[in-house]
């Protein structure tokens, strides 16, 4: 008798990780389709003047560059993120600055880097470089990686995990 009670509360559980589990795959495809569009994580930041050249990361860190929501990115649309570094010289003080950064996007999927459309982003970037008194802008773009893919790759092994363990 103890045998039986014992398999019903296996099968109970079973049963109960079986529904957590795809409750995160849910969760995680719903979260998927939101994007936040615009967002900048700044990766790099490295400040010379004088010789000397400091960490400038933790800085910047400060300033709140993705607290935006999430926009719907669905259809036929993908939640990108673009890495690339920019360097420039600050005519105010003789210094130079490099930067690295993230930058989430919704745009059409499938969409690849080509030097055009760094060309863009670079324009883009360079007037208002120009415009905070910065000369000697230069751009090296990464490439578009799908944002999220993390988030929803550590769902789908949550997923398997529960079902190879609890069946």
Do not use: W
Not at 86 to 96: G, K, L, P
């Amino acid at each position: 008798e103890e045998a039986v009670v014992s398999t019903q509360s296996t099968g109970e559980i079973r049963l109960a990780m079986y529904k957590l589990a795809v409750l995160f795959a849910v969760l995680a495809a719903a979260n998927a389709a939101k994007c936040k569009h615009g967002c900048s994580k700044l990766t790099k930041c490295k400040q010379t003047a004088g010789g000397k050249t400091v960490d400038c990361k933790d800085e910047l860190n400060k300033f709140a560059l993705c607290n935006m929501a999430s926009i719907d990115c669905s259809g036929g649309n993908a939640c990108y993120s673009l890495d690339y570094t920019m360097s420039a010289d600050y005519t105010m003080s003789a210094a130079s600055v490099v930067l690295g950064m993230d930058q989430i996007m919704c745009i059409p999927k499938g969409t690849k880097m080509t030097n055009d459309l760094c060309e863009t982003v670079e324009d883009a970037l360079e007037g208002g470089m120009k415009d905070a008194g910065y000369t000697n802008f230069q751009m090296k773009c990464g490439s578009f990686k799908k944002a999220g893919a993390v988030q929803l790759g550590y769902s789908a092994l949550l997923v398997t995990a529960m079902y190879v363990l609890f069946n």
